[in-house]
T-cell receptor, first 110, second 112 residues
Framework: KQEVTQIPAALSVPEGENLVLNCSFTDSAIYNLQWFRQDPGKGLTSLLLIQSSQREQTSGRLNASLDKSSGRSTLYIAASQPGDSATYLCAVHRDDKIIFGKGTRLHILP | NAGVTQTPKFRILKIGQSMTLQCAQDMNHNYMYWYRQDPGMGLKLIYYSVGAGITDKGEVPNGYNVSRSTTEDFPLRLELAAPSQTSVYFC???????????FGNGTRLTVT
């Protein structure tokens, strides 16, 4: 059974710092991995999707990496801003199912 | 495109009542999903559908039913509401297996 873990559950960093969020999964036979952002009381917004054949994807200040063999993905946020404060979730796709981690709640301190 | 639309946004039910959570997408997506999100528990898959007329159970299907008579709509039915079904429900869709997932804004349901 696929399990997805995100550590830490919560993180506070000063504005301007670079940071890394972690996602690990137990079954490496995945189609792809997707990172989402969720603001309080809102739905999930897709940030990046990495296909299983890819090693990383970039969008603006965000960079996501994927290491299938070790069952790990990281989301790198450069030059963090208060507007980056949100919960970040990763999800792995396999077969017809998409399994989510519990998320990392990020707070950027002004 | 409106994307994924969920109605209602909020609902309070009494124990034993029934209701249908509506989900519609206008992106011609084949795959549709229902998740529930509880505090500190992440998202749990309730049911999913890979196309019209095809549905399958996820991790937590008990107490729920779904149907997929059209590509656009994927309603979730609660027959006998229980307090354990108090949650935020999200509908999502994707064009095909492995394609990016698009979410609705959710329905916040309280059962008292």
């Amino acid at each position: 059974k696929q399990e997805v873990t995100q550590i830490p559950a919560a993180l506070s960093v000063p504005e301007g710092e670079n940071l890394v969020l972690n996602c690990s999964f137990t079954d490496s036979a995945i189609y792809n991995l997707q990172w989402f952002r969720q603001d309080p009381g809102k739905g999930l917004t897709s940030l990046l999707l990495i296909q299983s054949s890819q090693r990383e994807q970039t969008s603006g200040r965000l960079n996501a990496s994927l290491d299938k063999s070790s069952g790990r993905s990281t989301l790198y946020i450069a030059a963090s801003q208060p507007g980056d404060s949100a919960t970040y979730l990763c999800a792995v796709h396999r077969d017809d199912k998409i399994i989510f981690g519990k998320g990392t709640r990020l707070h950027i301190l002004p | 495109n409106a994307g994924v639309t969920q109605t209602p946004k909020f609902r309070i039910l009494k124990i034993g009542q029934s209701m249908t959570l509506q989900c519609a997408q206008d992106m011609n997506h084949n795959y549709m999903y229902w998740y529930r999100q509880d505090p500190g528990m992440g998202l749990k898959l309730i049911y999913y559908s890979v196309g019209a007329g095809i549905t399958d159970k996820g991790e937590v299907p008990n107490g729920y039913n779904v149907s997929r008579s059209t590509t656009e709509d994927f309603p979730l039915r609660l027959e006998l509401a229980a307090p354990s079904q108090t949650s935020v429900y999200f509908c999502a869709s994707s064009y095909h297996e492995g394609a990016p997932l698009h979410f609705g804004n959710g329905t916040r349901l309280t059962v008292t």
